[in-house]
């Protein structure tokens, strides 16, 4: 391995791209695998092994939902036995009791369960599914085991008012961790842009209110917080740089070094069945042309920040600039921050008008996005 | 948020120590931490059974030449990072 190379440290095995949820911010590409490309059992198994020697200390099992393969305890004990950390990234629908004990048994470190919000009418919208009862019930199957939990919520100007209710449900469950991930906008969230942002003023409400809270746990329960890249100041470090610390298997084992390379132009993928995973993680076409710097452009090539944000992310350069090699528009020092001030002033625009200024000054938490009827387009399952 | 001296540290459930490439590493949710030296003394010494005055007092003896109270203040600040990170619980 070339010196300056470091080693990867998670894998993001995406099982199945199959779920029995159809959320309108899936992060799976608008063109999903069948279920008859997906990897076997004992593709997977070498996969575990080989990141494992390349240095991988995690796997997150995800999808789709990853519960919907049948050789998911397999899968497990072979990741397990591989040496890796085990998480598994569930909607929890696909499961029962017997089926949780085997899972902890067969070796599950981390059980990380997603919520659409804290109530049955906000999933039911989102997921296009009933599935928040579901998920009640696995809370409680999950007192009776020792593994870490986290929950997951993915927020939006649809729920962000539930915010408290579902801090509450983290609190009286056994996790020890939830994360609060606005939702971020690709692929099917961005199809569902203009219903899912949330306005600015929910936004404060909602950082002062998590701060408080993380003060409040700490030691207790860590409570995580992503806000919208649109409303940042500097990019995130997408995926922690690229080719730089994880590894994206797809159900049909193509690697790739984030869940929306796919939409970038002129990248073509290696599969984990034509070549080793550490030969694709050194030197494929893919994994190189966006790691280090000389791919920038200003004024992320002269920017002191580079080497913390990497320029952001390259998928969202592509969607909003038109360049994958581009700064990340959300960078208040890109030439195209105004086409995200465009879309936020819209957004904002909007939620005022439907707002009274009374409402606006006395309710303890922002109030709900206006009753506007939303045309959403949902995530269809594969064959 | 305080350590009590009396208390016995251990590790929290989904918390555990793995090792790749000869690296110690202790593995929870979305993190891996690096283990070295005295930070795998005082992780291995998180075992219910051990009070935190005891991991103390044992890793005094074994930086014998590190000033005690030096000692004694790193072991406070590094389970108490480990706290807040949910990594240990306290028994």
């Not at chain 1, 306005?199 to 030691?219: C, M, N, P, V």
């Not at chain 1, 030439?335 to 439907?354: E, H, T, Y």
């Not at chain 2, 000692?71 to 389970?79: A, F, G, K, M, Q």
Request: glycine share 6%.
């Amino acid at each position: 391995m070339p010196s300056h190379l470091a080693n990867p440290l998670a894998l993001i095995a995406e099982l199945t791209h199959r779920c029995p949820l159809h959320c309108v911010y899936c992060s799976n590409p608008l063109e999903l695998q069948a279920r008859s490309a997906e990897l076997l059992t004992d593709d997977w198994e070498r996969v575990f092994r080989e990141a494992a020697s390349l240095g991988v200390l995690q796997v997150d099992f995800t999808g789709g939902e990853p519960l919907t393969r049948t050789d998911i305890l397999d899968l497990v004990r072979a990741a397990r036995s591989a040496g890796l950390y085990v998480n598994l990234i569930t909607s929890g629908l696909p499961l029962d009791e017997a089926k949780l004990a085997a899972l902890v048994e067969a070796g599950l470190d981390h059980f990380q369960l997603s919520f659409q919000g804290a109530r049955e009418e906000i999933a039911q919208e989102i997921s296009g599914t009933k599935a928040h009862a579901q998920k009640l019930r696995v809370l409680e199957w999950l007192r009776h085991h020792r593994l870490a939990v986290t929950l997951n919520f993915v927020l939006h100007r649809r729920n962000l008012e539930q915010l408290p209710e579902m801090l509450a449900l983290a609190e009286s469950s056994t996790a020890s961790r939830v994360e609060f991930a606005n939702v971020q906008y690709y692929g099917w969230a961005f199809a569902n842009r203009d219903s899912l942002l949330p306005t600015r003023e929910q936004l404060t409400h909602s950082i002062d209110f998590l701060k408080s809270a993380q003060g409040r746990l700490e030691g207790k329960l860590r409570v995580e917080y992503v806000v919208p890249d649109y409303y940042a100041k500097y990019p995130k470090p997408c995926m922690g740089g690229w080719g730089r610390k994880l590894i994206l298997i797809t159900p049909n084992g193509d690697a790739l070094p984030c869940h929306a390379a796919r939409i970038i132009p002129g990248l073509s993928f290696e599969n984990i069945n034509s070549r080793s995973l550490r030969e694709i993680w050194e030197c494929s076409d893919a994994f190189q042309k966006f790691r280090g710097e000389s791919w920038m452009q200003e004024p992320c090539k002269s920017c002191d920040r580079r080497a913390q944000d990497f320029g952001g992310c390259r998928c969202q350069a592509l969607l909003l600039a038109g360049d994958a090699a581009g700064t990340d528009p959300v960078c208040q020092l890109s030439p195209d921050r105004q086409k995200v001030d465009a879309v936020l002033a819209q957004i904002n625009l909007d939620a005022g008008n439907g707002a009274t200024a009374a409402q606006a000054q006395t309710a303890p938490h922002p109030p709900a996005a206006p009753p506007t009827k939303h045309e959403w387009l949902y995530r269809p399952n594969p064959s | 948020m305080s350590i009590e001296l009396t208390s016995k540290p251990h590790l929290a459930p989904g918390v555990r120590l793995g090792e790749n490439q000869g690296q110690r590493v202790l593995l929870m949710p979305e993190r891996a931490l690096r283990l070295n030296g005295p930070s795998l003394e005082i992780v291995q010494r998180c075992d219910a059974q051990h009070t935190v005055e005891q991991i103390i007092g044992e890793l005094q003896q074994i930086y014998s030449q590190a000033d005690p109270h030096k000692v004694e203040s790193d072991i406070l600040n590094y389970l108490a990072l480990l706290q807040k990170e949910r990594a240990l619980d306290f028994a």
